[in-house]
């Protein structure tokens, strides 16, 4: 006998912490950005937040759905669709791209995460320049891709092609401005055979030399177009003015969420602090790891072809929002993935 759908529960946004500080110091904080800086938040940004404090409460409007056949009524409060804070459009928003991602996008091979986090000093830029983030985005892609294209051709296979998607994140373990990349790279190289039909060659895990060229790979061409685009100030000391540019309120809340902060990892009783070894003695997070001048390279997280809940866990940990409401303290990827 199928098992029926649970009923549907409405939310209640104005019962979570968020909602509760949203709305207690939302009026406050924007006030004090008009004192306090000639140019106040934008108009996007108050959008944003007002449009939250209407989302999914009922008295800002709702629709009501009726079933014919048996004259239930539902309604449901309409929703703010923003991708900003709002932890539920947001949450929504994650879930549907990654299931689409992996019934109508990613093939079904094997596939590896890199992450690639930036040095602190070019965070800022990446955060407010599209053009530098569009670029750092493209170096990346195509530095790990030259690396598979480069094994490939080591093994004797020509021609080849790779795929990947990247997505953006401006948080880390918390709300600190912390621009990054997790791309999902299909972990192997693809060919034609006679008869034009995609052939798909798996790659075998990277080593940490690999890793570490292509961290250098990434700074080296990641510095040199910025030189080329003038976002370095070369000029002699004598020649650059001592004057601070004033800061308007976007500036001031970016300078507070650079802050590097403190954190320390809480280890449970039942948990191993090194966090499990790999095959070379080392633990698997260090094994899978590479640092050049800032650049932070990670490529730990690998899910066997066939398992279409591993992509879809690992999509969603690259599409989460930087606000989301928890029910616990797991990590939305669930168990690591080592290769």
Same mark, same amino acid.
């Given at each position: 006998m199928a098992r029926l759908a649970p009923a549907f529960a409405p939310r209640r946004p104005t019962e979570t912490v968020l909602y509760g500080v949203v709305r207690s110091s939302f009026e406050t904080f924007l006030a004090h950005t008009r004192e306090t800086y000639e140019k106040p938040l934008p108009r996007y940004v108050e959008k944003e937040f007002r449009s939250y404090l209407k989302c999914g409460v009922f008295a800002h409007g709702f629709v009501r759905c009726r079933c014919e056949t048996c004259g239930h009524d539902l309604v449901v409060a309409y929703s703010c669709k923003n991708r900003g804070i709002c932890p539920s459009c947001s949450g929504r928003r994650m879930a549907n791209t990654a299931a689409h991602l992996v019934d109508r996008v990613l093939p079904d091979v094997p596939v590896r995460q890199f992450v690639l986090s930036l040095p602190f000093e070019l965070r800022r830029l990446a955060a407010f320049k599209p053009a530098v983030l569009t670029a750092f985005s493209r170096i990346f892609v195509d530095t790990v891709f030259a690396a598979y294209r480069a094994r490939a051709k080591r093994d004797g296979t020509q021609r080849v092609e790779c795929g990947a998607l990247t997505f953006v994140q401006r948080f880390g373990g918390s709300l600190n401005l912390n621009l990054h990349f997790h791309s999902v790279f299909l972990d192997g190289v693809f060919t034609r055979d006679e008869q034009g039909r995609a052939l798909f060659h798996p790659a075998p895990p990277p080593d940490a030399s690999e890793l570490l060229a292509i961290a250098r790979r990434v700074h080296d061409r990641s510095i040199a177009w910025l030189r080329r685009h003038g976002h370095f100030d070369e000029r002699p000391l004598e020649e650059r003015s001592n004057e601070a540019a004033e800061p308007n309120a976007i500036d001031a809340c970016a300078a507070i969420a650079m802050q590097r902060g403190a954190f320390v990892k809480l280890v449970a009783e039942d948990e191993d602090d090194d966090g499990g070894s790999a095959d070379d003695g080392r633990p698997a997070r260090l094994r899978f790891a590479a640092e050049h001048e800032g650049f932070n390279l990670h490529a730990g997280v690998h899910?066997?072809? !066939? %398992? %279409? =809940?591993? $992509?879809? $866990?690992?999509? $969603?940990?690259?599409? $989460?929002?930087? =606000? &989301?409401? &928890?029910?616990? !303290?797991a990590c939305p990827m669930g168990a690591s993935h080592f290769a």
């Open positions: 899910i066997a072809a !066939g %398992d %279409d =809940m591993g $992509r879809e $866990r690992l999509c $969603r940990y690259g599409l $989460r929002p930087a =606000m &989301a409401r &928890a029910t616990s !303290g």
